[in-house]
């Protein structure tokens, strides 16, 4: 047995031995039953005070039920209500049958609602329907009419000093009810040890007892008069207690009230309370923020009113979880007043009476915007920059931006402005918009509001009128800004402080789609862009140089094979495979000088290895053994591929010369044959040695460029094994394979495939690649031509620019400066590259075109300018050079041109 069961047990015994005492007691007053003491004045005192007292207690009792949701109090409340009117009505009654009738239907009644506080749903449905008091009070007065003014017709309850047989009845059910009440107030005071619980209790007690033996005494008997006393004396203590309850509990609730509701009040979240249907009681002023509405428009609504439709169905499935779990927490959307739907995460507590039935409950919803923003803000940075690595030309680059920005944004008008290396152009490689057709590239500067972004590198936050503003201020022109927007917003691209460009997005409804705060976080976007942007193009531009060189690796007429300075094969050319029978599955990773040296060459084969892995170029004939043992007569060609002074693979280039070396044995035979054929040897000798001079000289000029790409990948991903390769030095040899073929035929005369050019973009190329170079040596290029120059050229026509650009940077650095002008005259256009160095003597201005003329003491072959005029006589024009003013060089090359187009200006908004 637990201490609980066996404080249940001695409960009941106390109740057996006061329930023995109580009847000897009366069994005692028995004897003395003949005493009669017949007054109706004190009667009525008797009744008039149980009934004031009993109204009070209802009130109070009523009140405590309202405090508590319900409760076991209601029915108490209800009980006295009826006790109170019932008895007001015996203070009338001058039948003495009528007024008995209606004291023991008051006791009836009180006994039947205080056995209903085992039923918590009768007490919650009183508080609720607040039309229930009053329904009570209306019958309990109507009983108290009729029998004031129909008693003859009522059930007679006694006859003379005697009870009629309906009084035992009623006072033995109205004992049992007593009982049953007294009973749960023992249970909820073995529970929870209050006081309240136990007088309560023990007064139920004593009116269950008085109405199962009252039926033994007389009308107007002691026995009469000593239960009246009884009864009156416990209503008093009742009163004294409940009184002296509500009171503290009152002061308590009302400090507790006020504690809470400065909380309530004053906490920055929103608070809402809620009854059991989900309709809200109370809100404090975080809520009214958080909604958009003023306290009386949201108290008395559902909650579904203010969720979103997918939020309603949450809270549905919720609302059981809740009732009986107690607690709900997640996040949900709600719907203010101007229609915003704002995130909210609600934590929710269920509110329970005391006799555990759900009646509410408290919600607080904390606003998350910011937070959802910022996620959302993360995860699109993040899918932005991982974009950067991804397949795809710029285009793609910039729809999967587009679609991305999509998440944080309305993108319905979105373009990017970008510019080119010295700022006097801007494209549009992205346009997308309602009302203006995507511009063509224009010069600058056009007074164009991107352009005073990119100009000024901050961003700009603009409304209709802020535009037109700007345009009474000279500062941009409306002419070439095609449709004005309600609101447009641009932030420039900027990468290590450099603006690449600019990303704008702007509405031409809607004048409040974008605010302020939106203009940070595209600022704050547009960084992470530029640089995907700057890294994706760096990356497509290496890879179309990878795979360019391998392309004319691959189909070059050469036989080629790319070693490592320990002779070991990286890769071999179709030409390769042809002329010794190796497919390149065979020999990777093999040592060449193992397949292809015949033995008795060894030793030399050690030695050349020997001597390209210190730098030096080779050029022999020897033998070599093909795959099926065939001895053949070849030249070779060993090219190291050096950077910063390290020797990182070498180039070896095989031409079959059998038939050359047996031609060569029949000239020996003919002195004038052997002669003709000694000069078309020299002849191919000399095209060889210039093919690979050319390789070799030019492989120096893009390895600036490259290596500044490289790094700039490297800085940002330095694990990237294919980055660190063309960092190695792959890429170096870019430009020299590009142009060999061409070259090649331009050297031995041959026609070269041309087409329609644009010499200002080449230049504006030229000028790109030599950025690093310039940035080093200090100097910088004005290029001062305007209009596009159309020639009918092969791309080769770009070496004659490298060339002159590349040695006005090495031989001009005291100018600092190189001007690039051009003049249109009878057909032809002369391009002009100034520098202001020192000037060539007028003797050897006629000779720095030819091979082996050198401009300066710097080291190299001279042969940049031997080149430049072959390819001039290629396409039939013609290359020069003549004295600066005041001093300084200016190369030139004088070439017809194909047609003339001048600069448009568009009126797209830009």
């Known amino acids: 047995m637990n201490k609980k069961q066996f404080s249940y047990i001695f409960q009941i015994a106390i109740i057996i031995v006061l329930g023995t005492v109580l009847f000897q007691f009366f069994q005692y007053l028995n004897q003395f039953s003949q005493l009669t003491y017949e007054n109706y004045e004190l009667n009525s005192l008797f009744d008039g005070i149980m009934a004031i007292i009993s109204l009070i207690l209802s009130w109070l009792l009523y009140q405590k039920g309202k405090d508590n949701q319900g409760g076991r109090f209601a029915s108490l409340s209800m009980g006295f209500l009826t006790m109170g009117l019932l008895l007001t009505f015996t203070l009338l009654s001058s039948d ?3 007024l008995i009738l209606l004291h023991n239907l008051a006791n009836l009644l009180v006994a039947l609602f205080f056995a209903l506080v085992w039923i918590s749903k009768i007490q919650e449905y009183i508080i609720k329907k607040k039309w229930i008091p009053g329904l009570i009070a209306s019958a309990v007065i109507f009983v108290g009419l009729l029998e004031q003014y129909g008693g003859d017709k009522f059930l007679k309850i006694a ?11 009623i006072h033995f059910v109205s004992g049992a009810l007593f009982f049953i009440g007294a009973l749960y107030f023992q249970v909820e005071y073995t529970r929870n040890k209050k006081l309240g619980d136990l007088t309560i209790s023990l007064a139920l007690l004593l009116f269950g007892v008085h109405s199962v033996i009252f039926n033994q005494s007389q009308i107007w008997n002691l026995e009469w008069w000593v239960w009246h006393t009884i009864q009156l004396a416990i209503y008093m203590i009742m009163l004294v207690y409940i009184v002296r309850d509500y009171i503290g509990v009152r002061k308590a609730l009302n400090i507790s009230r006020e504690k809470y509701q400065r909380l309530f009040e004053n906490a920055p979240d929103g608070i809402t309370q809620i009854d059991s249907n989900a309709n809200i009681v109370d809100c404090n002023q975080g809520e009214c923020k958080l909604l958009g509405y003023k306290k009386d428009e949201i108290i008395g609504k559902n909650v579904s009113a203010f969720l979103s439709k997918e939020s309603v169905e949450i809270l549905n499935s919720c609302l059981p979880t809740l009732r009986k779990e107690g607690y709900f927490e997640g996040e949900i959307s709600i719907v203010r007043k101007d229609g915003t739907i704002v995130p909210i995460r609600r934590t929710v507590n269920a509110i329970y009476d005391n006799a555990g039935i759900f009646i509410g409950a408290i919600a607080h919803s904390h606003d998350i915007t910011n937070r959802k923003q910022a996620e959302k803000l993360e995860r699109v ?18 729809k999967a931006i587009h679609l991305h920005l999509n998440e944080v944004f309305d993108t319905t008008n979105l373009f990017f402005g970008i510019v080119n290396e010295d700022e006097t152009e801007m494209s549009f490689p992205y346009f997308v918009d309602e009302q203006d057709l995507p511009p063509e590239p224009v010069k600058l500067p056009q007074k164009l509001i991107s ?85 994706r193009q760096a990356i497509t531009d290496l890879q179309v140089e990878k795979t360019y060189l391998n392309e004319l690796f691959t189909s070059s007429p050469e036989a080629l094979a ?20 190796y497919e390149e599955e065979e020999v990777f990773g093999r040592n060449i000088d193992d397949l292809l040296v015949p033995s008795e060459h060894r030793k030399n084969a050690e030695k050349y290895t020997r001597d390209v892995a210190m730098g030096m170029q080779l050029d022999f ?5 093909k795959k099926d043992g065939t001895v053949i007569h070849v030249s070779v060609l060993g090219s190291p591929v050096n950077y910063k002074g390290d020797i990182l693979a070498v ?84 430009n020299i394979i590009n142009n060999a073929t061409t070259l090649s035929k331009v050297t031995l005369g041959d026609e070269i495939e041309k087409e329609e050019l644009d010499l200002v973009n080449i230049i504006n190329a030229v000028i790109k690649e030599s950025s690093s170079l310039l940035q080093f040596e200090e100097m910088s290029i004005d290029m001062n031509i305007k209009e596009k120059l159309i020639v009918n050229a092969n791309p080769i026509i770009g070496e004659v620019f490298r060339n002159y650009i590349s040695n006005a940077i090495k031989y001009s650095k005291i100018g600092k400066k190189i001007i690039i002008d051009a003049t249109i005259e009878n057909g032809y256009v002369t391009v002009n590259v100034k520098d202001l160095g020192t000037t060539i003597d007028e003797k050897d201005r006629e000779n720095v075109f030819l091979r082996n003329v050198q401009l300066g003491k710097t080291q190299g072959r001279g042969l940049g300018l031997a080149i430049v005029s072959r390819i001039a006589e290629a396409h039939d024009a013609e290359v020069g050079v003549k004295p600066n003013d005041p001093i300084g060089n200016v190369f030139y090359i004088k070439i017809p041109i194909q047609k003339q187009l001048t600069e448009k200006k568009h009126s797209n908004k830009i």
């Not at 940075?381 to 910039?398: H, M, P, Q, V």
């Open 159 to 169: 006859e003379g000093v005697n009870y009629a047989i309906a009084f035992p009845i």
């Open 621 to 625: 004939e020897e033998m070599r053994k």
């Open 651 to 734: 180039y070896a280039i095989y031409r079959d010369i059998t038939d050359r070396i047996k031609a060569a044995e029949k000239l020996k035979k003919s002195e004038r044959q052997y002669r003709v054929q000694s000069e078309e040897l020299a002849e191919s000798n000399s095209m060889k040695k210039l093919l690979l001079d050319v390789i070799a000289h030019d492989l120096r000029n893009p390895a600036g460029v490259i290596k500044g790409f490289a790094q700039f990948g490297l800085e940002n991903d330095p694990n990237n094994e294919i980055l660190a390769e063309i960092d190695q030095g792959v890429d170096n040899l870019l």
């Open 381 to 398: 940075l993040f899918n932005i920059s991982a974009e950067a690595s991804r397949e795809g030309d710029l285009t793609d680059l910039y």
């Open 451 to 535: 352009e005073y972004v990119i100009k000024t590198k901050k961003p700009l936050f603009l409304k209709k009128q802020d535009i037109i503003d700007l345009a009474n201020k000279d500062l941009i022109d409306l002419d070439v800004s095609g449709t004005i927007s309600e609101v447009w917003m641009g932030a420039p691209l900027l990468s290590q402080g450099k603006a690449l460009g600019i990303i704008v997005l702007q509405s031409y409804h809607n004048a409040n789609l974008y605010s302020k705060s939106d203009l940070d976080i595209l600022n704050f976007v547009s960084e992470q862009i530029a640089k995907t942007i700057e890294y």
């Open 96 to 98: 003495e049958s009528g």
């Open 562 to 581: 790319l070693v490592t300075v320990n002779s070991t094969i990286l890769q071999i050319n179709k030409k390769f495979t042809a002329l010794f029978g």
